[in-house]
């Protein structure tokens, strides 16, 4: 693996040489503006850093997860059994961010895993995403006991390593599910009824805010709204429910 990097790095440089040097034979042939060789390949060298960035984006993130494992900020790091970071695709264009870990998420340490995950899983496969293509958070990483909210000295110990996921992922869109995200997120107080399905935005990403999977599995009723919310983000990406 290093010999290939090693030599592909040699080949990219005998080919800015020749470069280089046929732009000055012909400039020598046929004089006119003046050419500065080292503009070019400055210019020219700035195209293998590019095909770097996912790898750096995938270290920055596993490096921020790391991190964040190692956090004891808040009390809720003496009580987790694992942190739960956060999964999905590092280039993601949809992002889910929920409220925190559960019971099922804090022994995997992996989010929405439990009842509500699966139907968190059913409504992203209804919007023609897989979990796989889409980013999934929460904005603490370690579990509240009893599942309660967390609280506003917990949330601000966690909320920079979420700020932090993203900017390294950069989605198009964000959901919010349910209004703890909302809140610690935009700083809005309103409540979630009166939130949902309005573009909202977060340093100039498109967010839309929605009720949370676990409301859903005790307020079925509630579903049609969540869906109406889904399908307009569904128009962001030129997806239309195919029934």
Known sequence: M???YIYSMAMNKTFFDNLITGIRHE???????????????????????KANISQKKADSLEQLCS????CDSCPLAKTRHNVVFGEGNVHAELMFIGEGPGNEEDMQGRPFVGEAGQLLTKMIQAMQFTREEVYIANIVKCRPPN??????????????????????????VIVLLGATAVNALLGCNEGIT?????????EGIKVMPTFHPAYLLRQKSAKRQVWEDLQQVMKVFDRVYRS
């Open 27 to 49: 400039y020598t042939a046929h004089p006119g503006q003046d050419f500065d060789p080292a503009v070019l390949q400055a210019l020219m060298s700035e195209r293998p850093k």
């Open 147 to 172: 599942n309660r909210v967390p609280s506003p000295d917990e949330i601000a110990a966690c909320i920079n390593y979420l700020k932090a996921q993203i900017q390294f992922i950069a989605p198009q």
């Open 2 to 4: 290093k010999f290939n």
């Open 67 to 70: 991190n964040v494992r190692q």
């Open 194 to 202: 009166r939130l949902r399905g309005k573009w909202l935005e977060f």
